[in-house]
């Protein structure tokens, strides 16, 4: 299996541009999740979707952010319109949840940097 | 409110010495639980998990881990560590018959001095 993969593995922008991270989950998982990474706050927690679905996005810091899932192989992240303090990494991961050990899976990440 | 601490942010430790990353967490019901390792610019890997059975459980590079379950530990440990084990360490905890979502904890900086 390919495992987790994500595009762009780096992005850099200007600040007030769209970005748009993807993400290919392992074939298979039917748990999602969006992560991002900073020195200040550590791993944080997005949002993440089962069969599909938004689950809690309580983490999304806001208006700007937003995530969608069309189907089972396929997720992006979008903010618009970017901000420098949206530099960060940002991971995915999948997992298979009830049926599995719960165990995520992650990609390799993508980092971004606003300008 | 399911919470993990790693209560140490950053371990320095010389080559070929004993090194323990300590991980507690907070819940009332069954959990599984996980240590991830992550290496400059990669994303997180598993490196051991515990869902039953036995409290001691071994993963890869050498690395154990032990469910201890009336202290609510799952404190990460290696006995003898090499370069290649610096690393960000971090910790986490699964609830999984209430729900699947993963508790994170802040990590653990590992490095080894040659």
């Known amino acids: 299996d390919a495992g987790v993969i994500q595009s762009p593995r780096h992005e850099v922008t200007e600040m007030g541009q769209e970005v748009t991270l993807r993400c290919k989950p392992i074939s298979g998982h039917n748990s999602l999740f969006w992560y991002r990474q900073t020195m200040m706050r550590g791993l944080e927690l997005l949002i993440y979707?089962?069969?599909?679905?938004?689950?809690?996005d309580s983490g999304m810091p806001e208006d700007r952010f937003s995530a969608k899932m069309p189907n089972a192989s396929f997720s992006t992240l979008k903010i618009q319109p970017s901000e420098p303090r949206d530099s960060a990494v940002y991971f995915c991961a999948s997992s298979l949840v009830f049926q599995g050990t719960g165990e995520l899976f992650f990609g390799e990440g993508s980092r971004l940097t606003v300008l | 409110a399911q919470s993990v601490t790693q209560l140490d942010s950053q371990v320095p430790v010389f080559e070929e010495a004993p090194v323990e990353l300590r991980c507690n967490y907070s819940s009332s019901v069954s959990v599984y639980l996980f240590w991830y390792v992550q290496y400059p610019n990669q994303g997180l890997q598993l490196l051991l998990k515990y869902l039953s059975g036995s409290t001691l459980v071994k993963g890869i590079n050498g690395f154990e881990a032990e469910f201890n379950k009336s202290q609510t530990s799952f404190h990460l440990r290696k006995p003898s560590v090499h370069i290649s084990d610096t690393a960000e360490y971090f910790c986490?905890?699964?609830?999984?018959?209430?729900?699947?979502?993963?508790?994170f904890g802040t990590g653990t900086s590992l490095t080894v001095i040659p």
């Open positions: 979707f089962n069969n599909n679905v938004p689950i809690d």
């Open positions: 986490a905890v699964i609830e999984p018959y209430t729900g699947n979502q993963f508790y």
